[in-house]
């Protein structure tokens, strides 16, 4: 049941359910099987992964985003302090 939560929450990119997950992770102790420990390593892998890939994504809008503020900025017509008319 856990790895199915899990599985849902990868290909959801479910930030929130796969952190839930990892909180209970005990539940992985009851698994019966060495395959369901081997499945339970590769999506704990991929969630990760995943993990990693939402955190990139998110520092570059971040870095987009000042960079867009900045050129704003230097933009600003209220920043002059009068006419810059040249003949």
Do not use: C, H, P
Not at 16 to 26: A, C, E, F, G, V
């Amino acid at each position: 049941m856990w790895l199915d939560k899990l599985k849902i929450a990868i290909v959801q990119k479910d930030t929130d359910s796969i952190s839930k997950l990892l909180d209970d992770i005990s539940q992985i102790k009851d698994a019966k099987k060495l395959e369901e420990l081997q499945e339970a390593s590769y999506l704990l892998q991929e969630a990760s992964l995943l993990l990693n890939s939402l955190k990139d994504e998110t520092l570059n809008f971040i870095n987009q985003t000042k960079k867009s503020i900045d050129f704003l900025g230097s933009t600003d017509m209220r920043n002059s302090k009068g006419l810059d008319i040249r003949l």
